[in-house]
């Protein structure tokens, strides 16, 4: 059942236990935690109620003014019993009126607290104020909550008493006590309840927490909301507390490390860089394996923006900026990660990757509040890596010539030239500056709310020449139209413009800064004696500073989305919901690589501009009926219909060859049109869903739900449009059995199962046709061809994925002691593969619905207030999860090698019986030395000092059948570690992260071992501890003609453990006493450190990089450095 | 209960509102089949895509034929790059089925025949004109030889697709149908293909008799090979340059030694461009143009292959051996350092960048003519015609011409492949001319190279098999 259990709130006058009996009318879409709070007395007086009943009894009429407004009544079971029958006719009368004309005579009164009414016998009142009047302490003060906004209606209750009263529209109260060593009590729904001991004080202020830890929060699900305790599926839910601070670019930043089984990558660290997030594994081969977002109830389109170059031949950062970029972290009242199918399904073909629902921020009635919150901070490299410095590079490479059979490269006429030589890492990094200003304003009055806010966020890169300036605006209203319909709008705003770092996985002059500045000779100088850059004559990459300030990437993306419902209450059981949401968002990025850099001088400059639009609309109607039988069986149906249909157009142009580099994208018309290439393209896709839930709680202990989503997506074939996605889930609570002990305040088993899909692929993937292929020059001119672009499959459909979830939610001690515990299987099937086909057929794959994939894992969250004290609490978090990630089937292949890197070759392999995207090469098992019988070894032409191959087929020789699994990308276990300690008006928190038993190739070591030019710089380890006939234990080969070692460099030596433990931040508040100023309501200063250090064993930026960006094969090269940063921060409320 | 009825009716409107019709996928920025391949434009607009990928497109695609030929047989060596590794294993013998040049020539010629076969499937098209029709076939099986006889030259035995319907999992046919596959699209191209190709690039008769006559020659079908190359020099159309140089001058294009080449043009970069200066001229070569621009790699002749050139030799014009360094200001010494540069593609001043628009001549008329001297000499050699026919080449490269006295069969032999390393050095000949004359493997041996016999053939690449368990390896890799 859908609806909040009230406690009576207006204890004081009341000393008897009362049956609570009430139904709430508001549909259960409008209930979050905010918006379920009470409120003051007035705020409903004014409600007009047309009345006309004969004969009925007291309960009767009451019910009958629930039904038609939003009042809820409260009695003691036995107070309406023996009352006369009630005749009335009135029109437009107030429920004061009706009231005040039917209680009279009967000995009864009543108390009208915002939506509530409590009724009474007219005499115990006396009493207890008589009592009440006989002393006399009063204490005065306001409530607040965490962020200072006054909360009216809350809760005050003096503990061991009934005496009580509640705060008024401005958040104040005044209560008189027993006495100045009296201990009140203040509640409010969502909210931690406190207790404060009034010590002798006549004033005193309270700030309440929102409770994350209520047994009774409500939490946001797939088109509504539930009761947490009324869960079936594994749902995970952050709230404000539960999210990483400091200086977030985006919501995802937000939850990296928090939630269990949800495994977040910083694919790039860039400032608004790509993430990329696996709930519960990979399954997907091709498709993507990203969850679906759904903001304020509308599905979002979260496809990559537009890239950072891999035009105007530069470098291609794989992990384009985050398009979640566009919603503004302080907006954000909680996230949910829905995790299982059955929490999933109701999303049917989009469900299978999990789902992360997004609730911002609404308004509260009451006065409004303003809230300033500023932070400015100052990022550096976390890490730089450790590549020869001048000297050490002198004396390697000389020594390395000689052991090549040539001469010292340096005599010491030259070194004594060279000096210092230049420090290329330090030329490209810097310390850099981050801002945010965020202004929001919320209130609201009986009949609307509102929360409007502003964000300006500039962050700097921590690399030269990369930074992202973001500016948001966001309004939510929610409004009453009369008696049965509600409106509501949730509108978004952004401007976001990326000063795009261009590294990636490019090599040599096509590639960034932060290769080069590891390659780049460091007895270079980076200016000629002239003034220009220098380029180094041995070397065909860029000088880092050349590439800095040589190559422009950037980005203006303009997105706007939001929704805007109607809600109407046909009944007080059944309420019909229109929804419609739209997101569009139009991205521009102009690159120019000037005439300073290696290609940019050949090509007299190359301009490129790329422009993207990407719009989708939803249209959606939902009804949600529901009934409570009696108390032992309340049921609530959903059943409703979408339709949403997404668009993208793009137009790129390219050309080189401009007289000037000092109109730069500005006039493309000016560069030889030669050389010009322009592109453009439109697609569009459609989805249609019926959906249907069922939620049936018996006795308050059984708790089923079965949902069913059925999809039909123009993406598949003519034969396989419909897709049907069912599920199922059963909770039981044990809690409320006899044979479970007292000391579980709650023990909830909860088991689903459910169909999921994943339509996340491109369009047209079921069609031969025909698109442009490679020009060709026939007669001295160029021509254009057309090619077809794919083997026609009309049984496309979607790939399924099956999950069986059981879970397990307890608490302990009141709830001092919490925990959930998850186990899942994950068996998807029917993947959206491209099959290999040999290429001789034309096609290298064909998209195919063949191959199984199975993940299965443990989840475990655990939360525990160690202390609480008046002025000291401990509190503790701890999420972990194992998961086990297995191709089962791929259909008539066994294997499909993957994940190629330009001189590097397929790093590596989709296999039956092993993990996705495995690492596969060779492995080595030692270093040839002197003596060994090299002639007659598998590597006959070896030198000693080369790695030794092992021949696991035995045949003597190394081939590709010697290549094995040599690590997995994916972690046997990720944790997060939470401790928040408070003293007084300090509060600290720090945040620990890490996972073991992953892998990640190192491209960079790559360069190092196996340089592709004899001059460039090498990773210091690399070559100090390398193998010599002086050094046979070395641990790394002799780089003398490494390129002779054979194999692949896909070896153990540069598949390294990425294991790491991270201390991803820490955070001081202070809440300063603003008692003595009058305009401010609270004042909170805070300090944050993130990415304080990291402990692993990985040679790199970042064990946790994937220059691959979103995919499922993980590489590290020259990504992106994480930044330590440290920010100052108020935040103000008014 | 007039609420249940506004509910119902509101929720069928809109159910009915969305109707199915929403899931036909319309495809905007795509051709559809129906409307390409029925217009003779559309399906010429397939044909140049054939032609494309015939002229090997990319960057790989191009300098892979070349070094495979040319590292292998001893011919250049590479260093520096990030391509030194691949090369290093073509100079060591130690290339296995994962080298990347196997996979992009692999690719790229099957690419061209998947284009020629939906050619050749949809021209039964009543509005398509007698004359397209016939030409445009003739084309198409050109394409197809060419692109199998040039698999065949490096992989051997081939899975044949004859048609776009063919099964995608083709097994490897025998030695026997790729061989009469590969004649008879060259021996219909023939029949059909006019004199004068439509345009430079295209085929014409001349080229597919070419492609013929260098098939018969590599399989040693010697008469075949003589009298197809008697009917190219019979056509009248060919005729060696007087100078060798002006071959490869960039401004002579298309000249009349230019039997079939693959056209190339560096405004098109990767995809139409090629790259192979920029894999051989170091960074501090003196570039004649502003917008050249070479990669970290180095491709050099040893000195024995410089030195072997007589005095007079006018092929040493294409051989670069010193060069003053922009960086130092020094001279640097090719020569007597196994450092010399193969200057077949001169730097050109429209390239963009590494992307130059030299064309790769594949078939030159004086390899027509070395192959009939060749091919007569082993059906009844030494001729004086076979001599006279190599004096062509060697008095336009001012080389002493040879005489027929004192040449044995085997000697005659000898000295042909030898006038063809000279003639065609850096042109992808060498490996082929090794193999043909059996001493691919054994030169490699001599160079100390664990060359084994099954070298002679590269391997299928893996991922290939892979793909297609019904594919097997060629035996020894």
Known sequence: MNYLIRRPLFWNKINSRYVIYTIMRTFLLFITIGLSTSYANVSYSQTKLDIEVKEVSLETLFQKIQNNSDYIFFYKDDLLFNHKKVTLKVREATLMNILDEVLKDRGLTYVIDDRQVVIFETSPVAVLVDIGKSQDFTIEGTVLDQFGTPLPGANILEKGTTNGTQTDFDGNYSITVGGSDATLVISYIGYTTKEIPVAGQSTINITLEESTAGLDEVVVVGYGTQKKSDLTGAVTSLAQDDLNPGANASVDQLMLGRAAGVQITQASSAPGGGLAIRIRGASSLNASNEPLYVIDGFPIDNSPNLGSGGVAEVGDNQSPRNPLNALNPADIKSIEILKDASATAIYGSRGANGVILITTKKGREGHINITYDAYAGVQSAAKKIDVLDTSQYIDIINALSVDQGNGEVFSTGDISAIGNGTDWQNKVFRSAPITSHNLSASGGSEKTTYYASFNYFNQDGIVENSGIKRYTGRINIDSKIGKKAQIGLNFNTSLVKDNNNTDGINTNEEAGPIYSSLLYDPTEPIFNPDGTFSQSANLTVNNPVTLINGISSNSETNRTFGSAFLNYNFTGELSGKFNFGTDRQTSRRDIYNNTQTIRGSAAGGIANINSLERTNYLFEYTMTYNKEFNENHVLTLLGGTTFQKFSTRFLSGNISGFPTDVIGTNNLGLGDTNNDQLNSGKEENTLLSYLGRVNYNIFDKFLITASIRADGSSRFGENNKWGYFPSFAFGWKLEKEDFIPEAFNQLKLRASWGQTGNQEIGNFASQLTFGTGPNVVLGGALQGSVIPQRIANPDLKWETT????????????????????????????????????????????????????????????????????????????????????????????????????????????????????????????????????????????????????????????????????????????????????????????????????????????????????????????????????????????????????????????????????????????????????????????????????????????????????????????????????????????? | MKYYKILFFVFFTLTFLACEDRLEEEVFSQLAPSNLLTTEKGLTTVLNASYSY??????????????????????????????????????????????????????????????????????????????????????????????????????????????????????????????????????????????????????????????????????????????????????????????????????????????????????????????????????????????????????????????????????????????TSTATGNLVLGLGNDQSFPNKFPFEPTSVGPWAGNDIPVIRYADILLSRAEALNEISGPTQESIDIINQVRNRAGATPLSLGGFTKDTLRSAILQERGWEFYFEAKVREDQVRHGVFILRAQARGKNAQDHHALFPIPQVELDANPDLTQNPGY
């Open chain 2, 54 to 323: 015939a002229h090997r497109s990319g960057a790989e695609e191009v300098w892979a034929p070349l070094h495979m030929e040319s590292m292998t047989a001893g011919e250049t060596w590479g260093a520096g790059g990030s391509i030194e590794s691949v090369w290093q294993a073509q100079i060591d013998f130690t290339w296995d089925s994962n080298h990347p040049h196997f996979f992009s020539t692999w690719r790229v010629h099957f690419n061209s025949i998947r284009d020629a076969n939906i050619v050749l499937a949809n021209l039964d098209n009543e509005n398509f004109s007698e004359s397209f029709k016939q030409l445009t076939e003739a084309e198409a099986h050109f394409l197809r030889g060419w692109n199998y006889a040039t698999l065949y030259n490096w992989y051997g035995s081939l899975p044949l697709y004859r048609s776009s319907s063919d099964n995608p999992l083709q097994p490897r046919a025998t030695e026997e149908e790729t061989r009469s596959f590969i004649e008879q699209e060259l021996t219909l191209a023939v029949s059909v293909l006019p004199n004068q190709a439509p345009a430079f690039g295209r085929a014409s008769k001349g080229t597919a008799l070419a492609v013929l006559c260098k098939y018969y020659l590599n399989t040693k079908q010697w008469q075949e090979a003589a009298e197809a190359a008697q009917d190219i020099i019979d056509l009248g159309q060919y005729s060696l340059l007087p100078s060798y140089s002006d071959v490869f001058a960039f401004e002579n294009e298309g000249n009349q030694e230019i039997i079939w080449a693959l056209p190339k043009d560096g405004a098109g970069t990767a995809t139409t461009g090629q790259a192979l200066n920029a894999l051989i001229f170091p960074p501090d070569f003196p570039k004649p143009f502003l917008n050249n621009s070479v990669f970290a790699a180095r491709t050099y002749l040893s000195d024995d292959f410089v030195n072997s050139f007589e005095v007079t030799d006018t092929r040493t014009s294409q051989i670069i051996t010193e060069y």
């Open chain 1, 802 to 1134: 099956e999950q069986f979830n059981v879970g397990l939610d307890f608490g302990l001690l009141d709830g001092r002691l919490k925990g959930t515990l998850d186990y899942f299987t994950k068996n998807s099937r029917d993947l959206l593969f491209n099959l290999p086909l040999p290429v001789a057929s034309g096609f290298g794959s064909v998209l195919s619905n063949v191959g199984k994939v199975k993940n299965s894992g443990f989840e475990v969250l655990l939360s525990s207030t160690n202390v609480s004290t008046d002025n000291f609490s401990w509190k503790t978090s701890l999420n972990f999860s194992f998961i086990n990630n297995e191709v089962v089937d791929l259909g008539r292949i066994e294997s499909i090698v993957t994940g190629n890197i330009q001189a590097t070759g397929n790093t590596a392999i989709i296999r039956e019986g092993e993990p996705l995207a495995a690492y596969y090469g060779y492995v080595v098992t030692g270093l040839f030395q002197e003596g060994d019988d090299i002639a007659n070894s598998a590597q006959p032409t070896a030198q000693p000092g080369f790695p030794i191959f092992e021949d696991r087929n035995g045949d003597g020789a190394i081939n590709p059948l010697d290549q094995t699994i040599i690590g997995s990308p994916l972690p046997d276990f990720t944790y997060g570690f939470h401790n928040s300690i408070s003293w007084k008006n300090l509060q600290l928190d720090f945040f620990f992260q890490g996972q073991s038993g992953v892998d990640l190739i190192n491209i960079n070591l790559i360069e190092s071992l196996y340089p592709a030019n004899f001059r460039r710089n090498r990773i210091a380890e690399t070559v100090l501890d390398r193998w010599t006939p002086q050094n046979p234990d070395a641990k790394w080969p002799s780089s003398v003609n490494p390129n002779a070692y054979g194999a692949s460099k896909v070896n153990t030596m540069t598949v390294q453990d990425a294991s790491y433990l991270r201390l991803k931040n820490v955070q001081l508040n202070y809440n300063v006493p603003v008692d003595n100023i009058d305009f401010l309501s609270a004042l909170r200063i805070y300090v944050t450190g993130q990415n304080l250090f990291t402990i692993t064993d990985y040679i790199g930026f970042d064990p946790d990089a994937n220059s691959l960006g979103r995919s499922n094969v993980r590489v590290d090269y020259s990504s992106y450095p994480l930044a330590r940063t440290f920010i100052l921060g108020l935040t103000a409320n008014f």
